[in-house]
């Protein structure tokens, strides 16, 4: 998986990209927090549950239904967010997924259960340049930690920072190119 932080940063970036028009400030902390979400399942380790097992890591917490299922209870709380349920859902479910996405593209672990309960299969990308995050607080501030974020760096947050800033720019010049209503 990628760091905790990591997975935020994906709606962040879109919601920079969008605006505050339409991604409204608690509407995008609603997004990291979905984003982030997933990763309680850790805590299943305690419980002595197996990674592999449906309860385990990048189990029934990284599935597409769990994603529709969080960003569907968050959606109908749109008012809450600042926003409108048909801008809220698909932003959500976005945020939601994309944390499945990020861990694909990881080089360790067990892969993804997208499909889980339909299917117990795990999933990778079909490349993997993402250093998979050790997990621990303790390990993740080790020489492997800093491997870990030097590869988010360059493969997860340069290129959201690019994308989210100049769609953002390009999105303001467009709102200052158009004559006045």
Not at 7 to 21: D, E, K, Q, S
Not at 125 to 145: F, K, M, N
Not at 149 to 170: D, H, K, Q, Y
């Amino acid at each position: 998986m990628p760091t905790i932080l990591t997975h935020a940063a994906v709606p962040v970036a879109v919601g920079v990209a969008l605006g505050t028009r339409v991604v409204p400030p608690r509407l995008m902390l609603a997004g990291a927090v979905l984003a982030m979400l997933p990763d309680l399942d850790v805590l299943a380790f305690r419980f002595g549950i197996a990674y592999a097992d449906a309860l385990g890591h990048r189990g029934l917490s990284h599935s597409l239904l769990f994603a529709f299922v969080t960003a569907l209870v968050a959606a109908l709380r749109a008012e809450a967010l600042q926003t409108r349920f048909r801008i809220a859902f698909p932003f959500l479910l976005f945020a939601a997924v994309s944390h499945g996405v990020l861990d694909a593209f990881t080089n360790g672990g067990l892969g993804v259960a997208w499909l889980w309960p339909w299917s117990d299969a795990r999933f990778f990308a079909p490349v993997r340049p993402i250093e998979v995050s050790p997990i621990g607080l303790a390990r993740l501030l080790s020489a492997r930690g800093a491997a870990v974020m030097r590869s988010e760096l360059v493969w997860v947050w340069l290129p959201l920072a690019g994308l989210g800033l100049g769609l953002g720019a390009t999105r303001r010049v467009l709102v200052r190119a158009q004559p006045p209503a």
